[in-house]
Protein backbone atom coordinates (compact mmCIF):
# COMPACT_ATOMS: atom_id res chain seq x y z
CA UNK A 1 0.00 0.00 0.00
CA UNK A 2 1.18 3.58 -0.79
CA UNK A 3 2.06 6.07 1.70
CA UNK A 4 0.24 9.45 1.58
CA UNK A 5 0.89 11.37 -1.28
CA UNK A 6 1.51 15.11 -0.80
CA UNK A 7 3.05 18.05 -2.72
CA UNK A 8 5.17 20.36 -1.34
CA UNK A 9 6.44 23.81 -3.10
CA UNK A 10 10.13 23.19 -4.88
CA UNK A 11 12.69 25.41 -3.12
CA UNK A 12 16.41 26.57 -4.49
CA UNK A 13 17.65 23.67 -1.42
CA UNK A 14 16.02 21.28 -3.78
CA UNK A 15 18.67 21.23 -6.37
CA UNK A 16 20.78 17.92 -5.09
CA UNK A 17 17.56 16.32 -4.86
CA UNK A 18 16.09 16.97 -7.93
CA UNK A 19 19.40 16.47 -9.97
CA UNK A 20 19.52 13.23 -8.04
CA UNK A 21 16.02 12.37 -8.71
CA UNK A 22 15.91 13.51 -12.74
CA UNK A 23 19.88 11.40 -12.72
CA UNK A 24 17.55 8.07 -11.81
CA UNK A 25 14.78 8.69 -13.90
CA UNK A 26 16.55 9.72 -17.23
CA UNK A 27 16.32 6.82 -19.07
CA UNK A 28 12.69 5.90 -17.75
CA UNK A 29 11.52 9.66 -18.82
CA UNK A 30 13.79 10.26 -22.03
CA UNK A 31 10.97 8.53 -24.45
CA UNK A 32 8.58 11.13 -23.13
CA UNK A 33 10.26 14.01 -22.47
CA UNK A 34 12.64 16.70 -24.51
CA UNK A 35 16.46 15.54 -25.20
CA UNK A 36 18.12 17.30 -22.21
CA UNK A 37 21.64 18.45 -22.26
CA UNK A 38 23.98 16.62 -19.35
CA UNK A 39 24.30 19.71 -17.22
CA UNK A 40 20.55 19.32 -16.89
CA UNK A 41 21.15 16.36 -14.61
CA UNK A 42 23.20 18.05 -12.63
CA UNK A 43 23.19 20.75 -8.97
CA UNK A 44 24.41 23.42 -11.21
CA UNK A 45 21.37 22.48 -13.86
CA UNK A 46 18.95 21.69 -11.29
CA UNK A 47 19.56 25.40 -9.65
CA UNK A 48 19.27 26.89 -12.61
CA UNK A 49 15.93 25.14 -13.66
CA UNK A 50 14.73 25.93 -9.88
CA UNK A 51 15.98 29.76 -10.80
CA UNK A 52 13.50 30.01 -13.25
CA UNK A 53 10.89 28.00 -11.83
CA UNK A 54 10.59 30.72 -8.86
CA UNK A 55 11.12 33.73 -10.91
CA UNK A 56 7.96 32.50 -12.98
CA UNK A 57 6.01 31.50 -9.99
CA UNK A 58 6.61 35.17 -8.59
CA UNK A 59 5.35 36.83 -11.60
CA UNK A 60 2.18 34.34 -11.75
CA UNK A 61 3.14 32.60 -14.45
CA UNK A 62 3.68 28.94 -12.78
CA UNK A 63 3.75 26.84 -9.62
CA UNK A 64 6.20 23.55 -9.78
CA UNK A 65 5.85 21.34 -6.68
CA UNK A 66 7.51 18.32 -5.82
CA UNK A 67 4.93 14.88 -5.23
CA UNK A 68 6.69 12.93 -1.95
CA UNK A 69 5.57 9.55 -1.03
CA UNK A 70 5.59 10.02 2.69
CA UNK A 71 8.85 11.76 3.10
CA UNK A 72 10.05 9.83 -0.18
CA UNK A 73 10.80 12.27 -3.64
CA UNK A 74 8.35 10.73 -6.12
CA UNK A 75 8.47 13.48 -9.11
CA UNK A 76 7.57 16.56 -10.24
CA UNK A 77 4.10 18.62 -10.86
CA UNK A 78 3.34 21.60 -12.60
CA UNK A 79 1.42 24.52 -13.14
CA UNK A 80 2.66 26.37 -16.17
CA UNK A 81 1.61 29.35 -18.54
CA UNK A 82 -0.55 30.77 -16.12
CA UNK A 83 -2.94 33.37 -18.42
CA UNK A 84 -6.21 35.20 -15.90
CA UNK A 85 -8.40 37.85 -17.19
CA UNK A 86 -10.98 36.65 -19.01
CA UNK A 87 -9.07 33.45 -20.20
CA UNK A 88 -7.74 31.71 -16.74
CA UNK A 89 -6.21 28.86 -18.09
CA UNK A 90 -2.96 27.15 -17.60
CA UNK A 91 -1.02 23.42 -18.37
CA UNK A 92 -0.60 20.91 -16.63
CA UNK A 93 2.57 18.63 -16.72
CA UNK A 94 3.90 16.08 -14.14
CA UNK A 95 6.44 13.07 -14.22
CA UNK A 96 6.20 10.20 -11.45
CA UNK A 97 9.51 8.31 -10.70
CA UNK A 98 9.04 4.53 -12.42
CA UNK A 99 9.02 2.99 -9.15
CA UNK A 100 5.81 4.74 -8.59
CA UNK A 101 4.02 4.31 -11.73
CA UNK A 102 0.93 1.87 -11.40
CA UNK A 103 0.43 3.06 -7.44
CA UNK A 104 -1.84 5.64 -8.23
CA UNK A 105 0.56 8.23 -7.10
CA UNK A 106 -0.31 10.59 -10.34
CA UNK A 107 -3.60 10.16 -9.91
CA UNK A 108 -3.35 11.59 -6.50
CA UNK A 109 -0.80 14.31 -7.28
CA UNK A 110 -2.81 15.36 -10.42
CA UNK A 111 -6.22 15.43 -7.97
CA UNK A 112 -4.30 17.90 -5.68
CA UNK A 113 -2.52 20.10 -8.00
CA UNK A 114 -6.13 20.91 -9.75
CA UNK A 115 -7.35 21.70 -6.22
CA UNK A 116 -4.01 24.46 -6.29
CA UNK A 117 -5.16 25.28 -9.73
CA UNK A 118 -9.03 25.76 -9.10
CA UNK A 119 -8.75 27.05 -5.30
CA UNK A 120 -6.14 28.53 -4.86
CA UNK A 121 -5.03 29.88 -8.97
CA UNK A 122 -8.37 30.32 -9.06
CA UNK A 123 -8.09 28.59 -12.94
CA UNK A 124 -11.23 28.33 -14.88
CA UNK A 125 -9.28 25.80 -16.89
CA UNK A 126 -6.40 23.43 -16.44
CA UNK A 127 -5.09 21.83 -19.91
CA UNK A 128 -2.79 18.79 -20.15
CA UNK A 129 -1.22 16.99 -23.31
CA UNK A 130 -0.14 12.93 -23.70
CA UNK A 131 1.94 11.11 -25.93
CA UNK A 132 -0.69 9.44 -28.07
CA UNK A 133 0.54 5.95 -26.69
CA UNK A 134 1.04 6.58 -23.52
CA UNK A 135 -2.25 5.05 -22.05
CA UNK A 136 -1.20 5.45 -18.38
CA UNK A 137 -1.20 8.83 -18.50
CA UNK A 138 -4.33 9.46 -20.45
CA UNK A 139 -6.21 7.31 -17.45
CA UNK A 140 -4.58 9.14 -14.81
CA UNK A 141 -6.47 12.59 -16.21
CA UNK A 142 -9.60 10.51 -17.30
CA UNK A 143 -9.67 9.75 -13.39
CA UNK A 144 -9.50 13.27 -12.60
CA UNK A 145 -12.34 14.29 -14.81
CA UNK A 146 -10.53 15.51 -17.91
CA UNK A 147 -11.95 15.70 -20.97
CA UNK A 148 -10.45 14.54 -24.23
CA UNK A 149 -10.40 17.47 -26.71
CA UNK A 150 -8.94 16.16 -29.29
CA UNK A 151 -5.27 15.37 -31.52
CA UNK A 152 -2.33 18.21 -31.25
CA UNK A 153 -0.48 17.50 -34.17
CA UNK A 154 3.29 17.55 -34.21
CA UNK A 155 2.81 19.21 -30.42
CA UNK A 156 6.00 19.07 -28.88
CA UNK A 157 9.40 17.40 -29.27
CA UNK A 158 9.94 15.00 -27.51
CA UNK A 159 13.24 12.39 -27.44
CA UNK A 160 14.28 14.56 -30.75
CA UNK A 161 11.17 14.28 -32.83
CA UNK A 162 7.66 16.17 -33.07
CA UNK A 163 5.25 13.86 -31.35
CA UNK A 164 1.76 14.20 -31.62
CA UNK A 165 -0.18 14.54 -28.38
CA UNK A 166 -3.84 13.98 -26.79
CA UNK A 167 -5.16 17.08 -25.68
CA UNK A 168 -7.53 17.18 -22.27
CA UNK A 169 -8.27 20.11 -20.10
CA UNK A 170 -10.79 20.50 -16.99
CA UNK A 171 -13.16 23.35 -16.30
CA UNK A 172 -13.67 24.25 -12.90
CA UNK A 173 -17.09 23.43 -12.12
CA UNK A 174 -17.07 24.37 -8.72
CA UNK A 175 -18.39 28.07 -9.26
CA UNK A 176 -16.94 31.49 -10.39
CA UNK A 177 -13.40 31.81 -10.61
CA UNK A 178 -11.55 33.97 -8.48
CA UNK A 179 -11.01 37.61 -10.65
Same mark, same amino acid.
Given at each position: ??? !??????????? $????????????? +?? $?????????? /????????????? #??????? @???????????? !??? @???????????? /???????? +?? #?????? =??????????? =???? +????????? !??????????????????????? @?????????? @???????? +????? !???????
Amino acid at each position: MIE !EVTLRPIQIED $AALLAGLYSSQRD +FL $APFEPVRGDE /FYTIHGQRKELER #SLALEQA @GLGKRMLIRVGQ !EPA @GVIAISHIVLGA /FRNAYLGY +FV #SQEFNG =CGVATRAVGKI =CDVA +FEDIGLHRL !EAGTLTDNIASQRVLEKNEFERI @GISRRHLMIA @GHWRDHVI +FSRIN !EAGEPLM
